[in-house]
């Protein structure tokens, strides 16, 4: 993104992560279903180990949702610093 990146193009990246998060929780739930049928573990454990990383990425696009919502915060450090000229 150029350093002069306008409030559009910065909501549009944090639509881009937010899609992301929504592929990455059923791929999740899938890969604890899947690590119940490769390794010796029983198809509950692997239903748990699916569900907690799902729960970690809801966790995660819920505390960044609060943090896109929060009146006058800097997002310099998202985006990295955009240099000052003159």
Not at 54 to 70: F, H
Request: aromatic share 6%; charged share 15%; net charge negative.
């Amino acid at each position: 993104m150029p350093a002069t990146a306008t409030q559009d193009e910065r909501i549009r990246v944090d639509y881009l992560r937010f899609d992301l998060l929504l592929v990455a929780i059923p791929i999740a739930l899938f890969s604890g279903l899947l690590s119940a049928a490769l390794l010796p573990i029983s198809q509950a454990a692997g239903l748990v180990i699916g569900a907690a990383t799902a729960a970690v990425l809801v966790a995660y696009s819920m505390y960044e949702l609060v943090r896109l919502d929060s009146p006058n915060t800097e997002r310099s450090d998202e985006f990295g610093e955009i240099p000052q000229t003159g």
